[in-house]
């Protein structure tokens, strides 16, 4: 969540919003996907065993980024 937090405070200052916005709908764009995408496991991501399934910690990997984002970017909702 730290890192999170380190993300979301670049992006209040202005530094690398546009990379952020972008990462950020790319996530989003995963839950479009029938299962998870492995590139969201790994030790470095917190989740090291990949799930076949979608379950709640790989919806909330894919969305917690966007929805950090929205009370700052409100334009962010019509992705």
Not at 20 to 35: D, H, S
Not at 41 to 53: C, N
Request: a negative charge; glycine letters at 6%.
């Amino acid at each position: 969540m730290r890192a999170l937090q380190s993300v979301y405070e670049l992006y209040e200052k202005g530094q690398q919003r546009k990379v952020i916005e972008e990462y950020a709908i790319f996530y989003l764009g995963f839950l479009r996907l029938p299962n998870p995408p492995e590139v969201i496991f790994g030790e470095d991501r917190g989740r090291p065993i990949v799930a076949k399934d979608w379950n709640e910690n790989c919806v909330k990997a894919c969305l917690y980024l966007y929805l950090s984002l929205l009370p700052i970017n409100e334009t962010l909702i019509h992705e």
